[in-house]
């Protein structure tokens, strides 16, 4: 089985200037455009059998681009929602509880047992729910065949957490895991090969990104050129927005 982890496009809470706090916002107008290259670019690469969705607006947006490009009707689960955005006994938290707000002094996962509020979700309870979702889709979708292709629409936190489980990560991690809007990771789920069942492929795929003439479409720059800025941005203004701790999500 090939599992597709799929960062949602760029939201307006991803932008450094906004200061609305963590509420479900939808996508930018880049956003969009980024979800619409990228579900044409899903289209022509795999023949995807099944889509799954976060229930935030940002990612249940930009599965719409993907199921529109592929006839794959996009299933939702709270599971994929972004770390924070569920509450301790996995439940989502309701627009009306936004905006969410996070400890200033310490990041989830600095104290991975201890609740980022008071009700909420610690980073190895939001790991749990990650966990709990991988292993009933690769229980699902394994047996259906080694090129099978499942496609998961979710966020930057949720692809971390994906790799604290892959790749058996204790709690305390040693490293961040970056994902550009609408990156791409895919990895292999092989229960029969003898040796390690999961294999990683590539992560962050930007691909359709990059359009006619070397156009960049990204949220932030390219590693290989720091320069590059994306071609539009919300409301047709150009946008050079970076990750940081408090926009990735």
């Known amino acids: 089985m090939h599992l597709f ?4 496009g760029q939201s307006f809470v991803n932008l450094e200037d906004w200061d609305g706090g963590f509420v ?3 996508l930018t107008e880049l956003g969009q455009h980024q979800a619409e ?3 044409r670019w899903l289209a022509a690469q795999a023949h995807i059998s099944a889509l799954y969705t976060s229930t935030m607006a940002r990612a249940a947006e930009t599965a719409a681009y993907i199921a529109e490009a592929t006839g794959i009707p996009a299933t939702p689960d709270d599971r994929l929602r972004e770390f924070g955005n569920c509450y301790a006994d996995g439940s989502p938290v309701p627009p009306e509880k936004m905006p969410i707000e996070y400890p200033e002094e310490w990041w ?25 979702f991988l292993a009933e889709i690769a229980a699902r979708h394994a047996p259906e065949g080694a090129e099978t292709v499942v496609v998961v629409v979710c966020h930057a936190g949720v692809i971390e957490a994906a790799f604290d489980h892959v790749f058996n990560v204790g709690e305390h ?3 961040d895991v970056w994902t550009h809007n609408t990156g791409v990771t895919h990895f292999q789920y092989m229960p029969d090969s003898g040796r390690e069942v999961w294999r990683l492929h590539a992560h962050s795929m930007v691909h359709h990104l990059v359009g006619d003439g070397g156009a960049w479409f990204g949220s932030a720059p390219l590693l290989r050129d720091a320069s590059r800025v994306p071609a539009i941005g919300p409301r047709g203004k150009r946008d050079g927005s970076a990750q940081n701790k408090h926009s990735v999500y």
């Not at 982890?5 to 949602?8: E, G, I, W």
């Not at 991975?112 to 966990?131: A, Q």
């Open 5 to 8: 982890l799929v960062r949602h």
């Open 24 to 26: 479900d916002a939808g």
């Open 37 to 39: 290259l990228l579900g």
């Open 108 to 132: 989830g996962t600095e104290r991975p047992n201890t609740r980022i509020s008071p009700e909420g979700e610690s980073w190895m309870l939001f790991r749990t729910r990650v966990s709990a």
């Open 173 to 175: 991690r040693r490293s």
